[in-house]
C-alpha cells in the first residue's frame, strides 16, 4: 500500500497506486513548489497507466485481445492516470525499484517511469535511481536484504541533495 514514511520521505508501492501516486505527486509538486521538499521519493514497481496496467494484467488475458476491450474499456475511464507524464513533477531524489520476474507489472513499466524521470525536465537527471531485482517477482522486492541496503545509501544521498 502506498504511504509516507518519516517526515521527508514518500514510498508508493503497488497497491492502489494509481490514487495514491497522483495524490503522493501532487503533494510533491506542493512541496517542492514551497521550496520544502521531500528528501526522495521511492516508487516499488510502479505502474505507468491505466492502460499498460489493464493489458499486462493476468487477469485481463481473456479480454485484452477482444477487438473491443480498448475502445470499450480503456477509452470510457475518465481519467487515465498517467503516471508517465506525473513523474515529472517529482524535483527531488527518486528511486524506482522493480523486480525483473513481476508478472503483474512487468519491468518494462518501471524502465519506462526512469526514461521519463530522467528526461522530464529535472534540473538534475542523475538524481533519478532505478533498481532492477533479478530474483523478485510482484511484491516481494521488500524481502530482500538488498533493498534495506539500497535504502541506506538512497537515503544519505537523497538528504544530501536538498541542502
Known amino acids: 500500500m502506498s504511504k509516507i514514511v518519516c517526515k521527508h520521505r514518500v514510498w508508493n508501492s503497488q497497491c492502489c497506486s494509481f490514487f495514491l501516486f497522483r495524490a503522493a505527486t501532487l503533494f510533491v509538486k506542493r512541496l517542492c513548489e514551497e521550496d520544502n521538499a521531500p528528501n526522495g521519493v521511492v516508487l516499488e514497481a510502479p505502474l505507468t497507466n491505466v ?3 489493464s493489458m499486462s494484467h493476468p487477469l485481463s488475458l481473456p479480454f485484452r485481445y477482444l477487438p473491443f476491450f480498448r475502445s470499450f474499456f480503456l ?3 475518465p481519467e487515465k492516470f498517467d503516471s508517465l ?6 524535483s527531488c531524489p ?3 525499484v522493480h523486480g525483473l520476474l513481476d508478472r503483474i507489472i ?3 513499466q518501471g524502465e519506462r517511469m526512469f526514461q521519463a524521470a530522467v528526461s522530464g ?3 538534475d537527471p542523475s538524481q533519478v535511481y532505478f533498481e ?3 530474483e523478485a517477482g510482484h511484491r516481494q522486492i521488500k524481502s530482500f536484504p538488498k533493498l534495506r541496503l539500497l535504502l541506506r545509501q538512497f537515503i544519505p544521498l537523497s538528504s544530501e541533495s536538498q541542502h
Open 121 to 123: 525536465g529535472r534540473s
Open 85 to 90: 507524464n506525473r513523474v515529472g513533477y517529482l
Open 94 to 96: 527518486l528511486l524506482i
Open 106 to 108: 512487468p519491468v518494462e
Open 75 to 77: 477509452a470510457s475511464l
Open 132 to 134: 532492477v531485482f533479478p
Open 51 to 53: 492502460e499498460d496496467a
